[in-house]
């Protein structure tokens, strides 16, 4: 459970919908007991994801917070990136449409693509476009 359970149960939240608050919470009970590094860096990234898909736009902020906490003394571009498109797709949602918000859209983009992190981008790109929300979530 240690080495690996926090990542796939934040994977299933991910792709199960039906599963995805039980998943998420189990997971969060297996992170606060302990286990590996690598689980809390990617079950943060997959609970963001999978609470944006959900529209659950305050515990998608929430996950963000609490990775950037855990990053916090030791701060990785990666996460960076990961907690910056959760908390600007978040506000998107919310129906933020400022220049500001857009702005970090598109340093987003550019920092994803230079990075590599290809599957990050869709809902970027199609915040970046206008689109309504729901396409955006489609793009994840």
């Known amino acids: 459970m240690s080495f690996v359970a926090p990542r796939a149960?934040?994977?299933?939240?991910l792709v199960d919908s039906a599963?995805?608050?039980?998943?998420l919470a189990e997971g969060m009970r297996?992170?606060?007991?302990?286990?590996?590094a690598h689980n809390v860096l990617w079950f943060y990234r997959d609970a963001i994801e999978a609470h944006l898909k959900a529209g659950d736009?305050?515990?998608a902020k929430a996950c963000a917070t609490m990775l950037?906490?855990?990053?916090?003394?030791?701060?990785?571009p990666w996460s960076q990136f990961v907690i910056e498109r959760g908390r600007s797709l978040a506000e998107y949602a919310e129906g933020r449409r400022d220049h500001a918000l857009f702005e970090e859209l598109a340093?987003?983009?550019?920092?994803?693509?230079?990075?590599?992190?290809n599957i990050a981008l869709p809902a970027?790109?199609?915040a970046l476009a206008g689109s309504d929300f729901?396409?955006?979530?489609?793009?994840m």
């Open 19 to 23: 599963q995805r608050i039980a998943a």
């Open 107 to 117: 340093n987003l983009k550019g920092h994803g693509e230079r990075a590599g992190l």
């Open 68 to 76: 950037e906490q855990y990053t916090r003394q030791d701060p990785l």
């Open 124 to 126: 970027i790109t199609a």
């Open 30 to 36: 297996v992170l606060h007991t302990g286990c590996l």
């Open 134 to 139: 729901a396409d955006v979530q489609a793009a």
């Open 9 to 13: 149960l934040a994977t299933l939240a």
């Open 57 to 59: 736009l305050e515990q």
